[in-house]
C-alpha cells in the first residue's frame, strides 16, 4: 500500500509542525514499511562510544510516527500513547537503521513494531513496540 | 534505607562517567525513592509548548539509573534493559519532576517504578517501568 | 469517587456477561482503588507450588476491568488493549491479592496501574500495567 | 540453529517438571522459531466467542518458554521476567497458532518475540514480547 505522503510532503510537513522530527533521513516511507537512518555523530553517544538509550528512543519514536503519518496522512495532533523498548546489544559506533511496521492500523490507534539496528548488522540494537492515538475529528482526547 | 553514595559522590561519579546524565537536579537520593527535577528549558519543547516524549523518557530512565546507583553504590556497567512508559497527560511548561521508587532491587535486575509530574501538580504526565540489569564480577554481560 | 455499581450491580452485570470473571473475591469497589483477593486452590499452581504466570495475569487484567467499571459504569465491550507485567518474586503458596488503581481515566482508555501480593506481605510478587479501550457509542472499534 | 532437545524430550520434559505446560501442539521447535497450536475449545471462549486474553497470554508465555528450552536445553528454572502483550484484533473461533522467534539469546535472559493468529489468517491477533531470566549455575536467583 502506498503512502498517504511524499518523502517531500513529509519534509514539508515536519519544517511546519515538527522541526526537531527532522534529524533521522528517510530511506523507505511506505504504508507497510518505514525505514530511517540516523547518522553516527558524537553527541548522540555516552561513554564507552554506545549510542545512549533516549538517542535510541527518540529514533524509534520518530519512525513509528512516520509509520502513522504514511498509513493516516499529515495527522499533526497524533501522540505517542505508550512505548515499550528491548534494549538488546550495544550498538555499534556507527549509523542506526529504524525499521518500523504496523501491527494494526486502526481509525484511533496505530500500534507498531519497530527494529533498530546498527548499520550493515542484521542482529538488531533494539524492539521497540508502540502505540500511537490519532485524536478523532471532534472528539475529545483520547 | 540509606542511599550507597552521596549526591555530592553521585556528582563526583557521573563527572567521571556519565557527564550527559548531570542535567536534573537531585532533589532525592535513597534506596527507597529519588526525586529529580528537569528545568523547564526551551529546548526540551515540541511545538505546542509540550515537553518532548524523549526528554520524558530520557529523565525517567536517568531517575531509575540514579535508584540503581542508591541500591548498589556506583556501578558504572548497569544498562538499562527494558523500558515501558505510558503518557498520560500533555505536560504543562513548567519543570518537570521524576519520582523513582523500586519494585525489585535483586542482585542482577533492578525494577523500578517512576512517576512524572508537572512541578506542582497531583496527577502524572507519564508513568514507567524500568528494569536495568546489572552485570557480576567477572560474569558474561546478561 | 464513589463507584458507578455496586459490588451487587458488578456481580449481576459479571453473571449476565462475563461468568468467567466471577473468580476472584471484591474487597474494596472505588473509583480510584479494586481490591480483589484471589483464594489460593491447587489448580492456580505449577510445580513448586509456585501461582501460575497466567493465573497472576488473569487476576491483574480483572482488577483492571473492575476499576474500568468503577469508573465508567458497566460498559460491557470494554477491551484490554494492552498490558506490561513484571514478575517480581515468587508468589508464596496463599491467597493473593490484587490491587489497582487509576493513571488515567480517559473517555477512551483507562490506564491502570495493578500490584499483586502474596496476603500478608508487603513486597509485590508482581506489577503490571493494562491499557483498556472503551469503544464510543455509535463509532467504530479502536 | 538446531533445538537443543527434540520434540519427544520437550515432551518427556514438561511431563515430568510442567504437566500443565502440555496443552499447545508443538508444530515447529528449532531455535530460530517455535510454532504451537491451540486447539479451539469452548473452555478457552468469552461471551461473544472470543478467545480469552489470559488464554492469548499463556500461550505466548508457553511458546517463548519453548524457545528457551530449544536455545539453552532444559532449564527448569527458567522464569518469566516480563511480558508485554498488544491486543491487535478479536480472535476467530478457530485454533490460535503462537509463533516465537529469538530477539536475543544471553546466557542469561532471553527476550522473544511472539505473534499470535487465527489459524488461516495473515493479519496477527497479538503481539507479545517476553523476557525469561536463567539463573546461573550455583548463583543467586536474578
Known amino acids: 500500500m502506498a503512502s498517504k505522503l511524499s518523502v517531500e510532503e513529509l519534509a514539508r510537513f515536519l519544517d511546519e509542525q515538527f522541526p526537531q522530527a527532522r534529524g ?5 516511507l511506505d504504508a507497510e514499511l518505514v525505514r530511517l537512518r540516523l547518522r553516527y555523530e558524537e553527541r548522540h553517544l555516552r561513554p564507552g562510544g554506545t549510542i545512549s538509550g533516549p ?7 520518530t519512525a513509528a510516527f512516520f509509520l502513522v503519518l504514511a498509513n493516516h496522512g499529515p495527522v499533526a495532533l497524533a501522540v505517542t500513547s505508550s512505548l515499550t523498548i528491548h534494549f538488546l546489544r550495544k550498538p555499534a559506533p556507527r549509523d542506526v537503521i529504524a525499521e518500523a511496521r504496523p501491527l494494526k492500523v486502526g481509525r484511533r490507534l496505530v500500534v507498531t513494531d519497530v527494529r533498530l539496528f546498527s548499520d550493515g548488522e ?14 478523532g475529528l471532534g472528539s475529545a482526547p483520547p
Open 55 to 61: 538517542t535510541l528512543m527518540g529514533l524509534a519514536d
Open 122 to 135: 542484521a542482529a538488531s540494537v533494539a524492539q521497540a513496540t508502540l502505540t500511537y492515538a490519532i485524536p
Open 24 to 28: 533521522p533521513e528517510v530511506e523507505v
